[in-house]
């Protein structure tokens, strides 16, 4: 998987801080000329010329056809090359793991899928072992891989008890050093960042956040999470976990605890629906026909929406956000009939003092956490931060 040993003609590693902001600027406003480039960074034409030529010809940029205007000569507009870059990324849920290929522009070339009762690293590399040279052997020889980034929820080993993991199995994940073993296995660079913040960069980057720059972000997987987005930044806070909003305090119900990840998590529907013997247990809701889930369904969607919208009134108190993204490991039809249901529930809310949200919804579903690492290690070398938000990472260098 590392660049082939034996191309020395393709250029690898970090780019220059000037190759960086160029190659941001084709990628948030290409197609796009090199002068209009060069203007854009206060650089003359000469060096944008020069800048886009070099970066052409180290397979980073594609030309379009002439742009014939009235006067002058054509412009020729630039855009990133799909596949003069690719990248790994990883999601690792609490019922499911997912890597996936991304290339340049965000496509994915590929991706692959791992269901377990609860995760253990043993299986999360077993995935990675067995699916990055497949997923990477369909590439042309000497494709250049920036490297691996990883979605993990914060403090793996916590919560786990709800979906009936071993405390012992569990506790290994405290003195995992995940990048390290899968720079060991993969051979690449590797990022780690909070599953629910990178979640929240892939819908700012590939989905609805794409129009918006502030808001917050609520994810409903098998625990709810979120992140936030300010100024058009990803606000990752001190320690990389801002946006946690599983453990907004909210209002008890009969013997559930006092977060909202008590209240609000796909684990309580699978909970219901395994003791109605409609799944069995350890079952993956995204292979199941939901539709048959009748009246179980409904009380969970209306139990969700109610906590789920005085989460959103307390974080615009303290944010401000115009926008609550609301997306999660849910059928299409699903999470439109739970986004209908929080905002007709903040209607009704009392919002003195406050300007209400408008609630958004979420467009990548479970692959948001997969797609946002994925693009973690292209926004570290190759890109420039404002391209795209940037997460407090952990990194380790190949082996």
Same mark, same amino acid.
């Given at each position: 998987?590392?660049?082939?040993?034996?191309?020395?003609?393709?250029?690898?590693?970090?780019?220059?801080?000037?190759?960086?902001?160029?190659?941001?600027?084709?990628?948030?406003?290409?197609?796009?000329?090199?002068?209009?480039?060069?203007?854009?960074?206060?650089?003359?034409?000469?060096?944008?010329?020069?800048?886009?030529?070099?970066?052409?010809?180290?397979?980073?940029?594609?030309?379009?056809?002439?742009?014939?205007?009235?006067?002058?000569?054509?412009?020729?507009?630039?855009?990133?090359?799909?596949?003069?870059?690719?990248?790994?990324?990883?999601?690792?849920?609490?019922?499911?793991?997912?890597?996936?290929?991304?290339?340049?522009?965000?496509?994915?070339?590929?991706?692959?899928?791992?269901?377990?009762?609860?995760?253990?690293?043993?299986?999360?590399?077993?995935?990675?072992?067995?699916?990055?040279?497949?997923?990477?052997?369909?590439?042309?020889?000497?494709?250049?891989?920036?490297?691996?980034?990883?979605?993990?929820?914060?403090?793996?080993?916590?919560?786990?008890?709800?979906?009936?993991?071993?405390?012992?199995?569990?506790?290994?994940?405290?003195?995992?050093?995940?990048?390290?073993?899968?720079?060991?296995?993969?051979?690449?660079?590797?990022?780690?960042?909070?599953?629910?913040?990178?979640?929240?960069?892939?819908?700012?980057?590939?989905?609805?956040?794409?129009?918006?720059?502030?808001?917050?972000?609520?994810?409903?997987?098998?625990?709810? %999470?979120? +992140?936030?987005? #300010? =100024?058009?930044? &990803?606000?990752?806070? /001190?320690?990389?976990? $801002?946006? !946690?909003?599983?453990?907004?305090?909210?209002?008890?119900?009969?013997?559930?605890?006092?977060?909202?990840?008590?209240?609000?998590?796909?684990?309580?529907?699978?909970?219901?629906?395994?003791?109605?013997?409609?799944?069995?247990?350890?079952?993956?809701?995204?292979?199941?026909?939901?539709? %048959?889930? +009748?009246?179980? #369904? =409904?009380?969970? &969607?209306?139990?969700? /929406?109610?906590?789920? $919208?005085? !989460?959103?009134?307390?974080?615009?108190?303290?944010?401000?956000?115009?926008?609550?993204?609301?997306?999660?490991?849910?059928?299409?039809?699903?999470?439109?009939?739970?986004?209908?249901?929080?905002?007709?529930?903040?209607?009704?809310?009392?919002?003195?003092?406050?300007?209400?949200?408008?609630?958004?919804?979420?467009? #990548?579903?479970?692959?948001?956490?997969?797609?946002?690492?994925?693009?973690?290690?292209?926004?570290?070398?190759?890109?420039?931060?404002?391209?795209?938000?940037?997460?407090?990472?952990?990194?380790?260098?190949?082996?």
């Amino acid at each position: 998987m590392p660049d082939d040993p034996d191309r020395p003609d393709i250029p690898t590693g970090p780019r220059s801080a000037t190759e960086r902001a160029f190659l941001s600027v084709v990628q948030r406003q290409g197609p796009i000329a090199a002068g209009e480039v060069a203007r854009a960074l206060g650089l003359s034409a000469q060096a944008g010329s020069v800048l886009s030529r070099a970066l052409e010809t180290d397979g980073f940029l594609l030309r379009g056809a002439p742009v014939r205007g009235r006067v002058g000569k054509p412009s020729i507009p630039l855009a990133l090359a799909p596949d003069g870059l690719f990248s790994l990324g990883l999601r690792i849920g609490r019922r499911r793991a997912d890597l996936v290929l991304m290339d340049f522009t965000g496509g994915v070339r590929g991706a692959e899928a791992l269901s377990y009762a609860w995760p253990t690293p043993q299986r999360v590399e077993a995935l990675v072992r067995d699916a990055a040279p497949r997923l990477t052997g369909r590439l042309a020889d000497g494709a250049r891989i920036a490297g691996l980034g990883i979605a993990a929820p914060f403090e793996l080993w916590t919560w786990l008890e709800q979906l009936g993991a071993p405390k012992a199995e569990m506790e290994v994940w405290r003195d995992t050093d995940l990048a390290a073993r899968m720079a060991a296995i993969t051979g690449l660079a590797v990022t780690v960042g909070n599953d629910g913040t990178l979640a929240c960069c892939g819908e700012q980057v590939f989905g609805r956040g794409r129009d918006l720059s502030n808001f917050a972000y609520f994810f409903v997987g098998a625990f709810v %999470g979120g +992140g936030v987005v #300010l =100024d058009g930044r &990803l606000f990752e806070g /001190a320690n990389g976990n $801002a946006g !946690a909003f599983g453990s907004l305090p909210v209002e008890r119900e009969g013997r559930r605890g006092h977060q909202l990840i008590d209240h609000a998590s796909l684990y309580l529907l699978e909970r219901q629906l395994v003791e109605a013997g409609r799944i069995g247990r350890g079952d993956d809701l995204a292979t199941a026909e939901w539709d %048959g889930f +009748g009246g179980i #369904l =409904d009380d969970w &969607l209306d139990r969700t /929406a109610r906590h789920l $919208a005085s !989460a959103a009134i307390a974080v615009t108190a303290v944010l401000a956000v115009p926008a609550v993204v609301l997306d999660g490991s849910l059928p299409p039809a699903i999470r439109t009939r739970l986004v209908e249901r929080v905002a007709r529930r903040m209607r009704g809310m009392e919002t003195r003092g406050l300007t209400p949200p408008e609630i958004v919804e979420g467009s #990548l579903g479970r692959m948001a956490g997969a797609l946002g690492s994925a693009y973690q290690p292209i926004v570290r070398d190759y890109l420039t931060p404002e391209a795209s938000s940037r997460p407090a990472i952990q990194r380790s260098a190949a082996r």
